[in-house]
């Protein structure tokens, strides 16, 4: 089973003429523990992709699954809660709020949570080496700090899925890799990671590549799932394949 899936997704918009295919009948999945990177040109669709995976966008057509789950036609409050549970973002330009210190904007996700999830915030910058950084705000942070504070925030409601929108876009290449080692590490975990990006770092740490170009995915479902689909038979419900990805990520193809 994969950790999310899109299945011949078409997303329009309508702009006073002929309207605009953003996503062209596209197929997608990312199996637990898989690291994807999306490229392509800017225009080509990136991040309609990314905003209909994380259930920010709704497709125009076709079907979107979340751990097998179909969440194509999920109310506003019932996409909003999919969401907070199974799916954790990391912006380009980090997002925090700068009134807050770094484990204050970790566990703001959880602020209508009952109990306090200061603990585990805590515990999760520590996982960052940050656990001498908890009280420090924003403006005393490196960019690569901001950027780990961010993945932390990420993970404070253990998702399946976790988006990154050029998650390396506004940093060094040697602040870039150790934030990318971070990725391999929540992979490491189950945590299926896709990121959207233009830097070819990320593609080398990236156990696939989905090229993205007019609407048009190339790559977006492994090959192996590509392969199965075609001499599977009647009742296979893709946990085998599930399974052949998985081992293939960890034997190292990329």
Not at 87 to 97: E, K, R, S, T, W
Not at 108 to 127: E, I, K, Q, V, Y
Not at 188 to 213: I, K, N, Q
């Amino acid at each position: 089973m994969y950790s999310l899936e899109l299945r011949d997704v078409v997303k329009r918009y309508s702009s006073g003429g002929e309207p605009v295919v953003a996503l062209d009948h596209v197929d997608f999945a990312a199996s637990p523990g898989e690291f994807v990177a999306v490229v392509g040109p800017s225009g080509s669709g990136k991040s309609t992709l990314l905003n209909v995976l994380g259930l920010l966008d709704d497709p125009t057509d076709g079907q979107r699954l979340l751990n097998g789950t179909d969440v194509t036609n999920l109310s506003v409050a019932e996409r909003t809660t999919a969401r907070k549970e199974s799916i954790g973002f990391v912006f380009q330009d980090f997002h925090l709020l700068p009134t807050l210190s770094a484990v204050e904007n970790v566990a703001l996700p959880t602020a209508f949570d009952p109990g306090d999830a200061r603990d585990r915030a805590a515990s999760l910058l520590d996982r960052f080496g940050l656990g001498d950084r908890l009280d420090h705000g924003p403006s005393e942070l490196s960019g690569g700090q901001k950027q780990r504070v961010a993945i932390a925030r990420s993970l404070i409601n253990d998702p399946a899925v976790l988006l990154a929108d050029e998650p390396t876009g506004n940093l060094d290449t040697e602040t870039g890799s150790a934030i990318l080692a971070e990725f391999e590490r929540v992979k490491s975990e189950g945590v299926a990671v896709v990121a959207v990006t233009h830097d070819p770092l990320v593609e080398e740490y990236a156990d696939r590549v989905v090229e993205l170009t007019d609407g048009v995915v190339v790559g977006g479902v492994p090959a192996e799932a590509d392969a199965d689909a075609d001499v599977g038979g009647p009742g296979d419900d893709g946990v085998d394949d599930a399974r052949r990805i998985r081992r293939s990520t960890a034997s190292g193809d990329r």
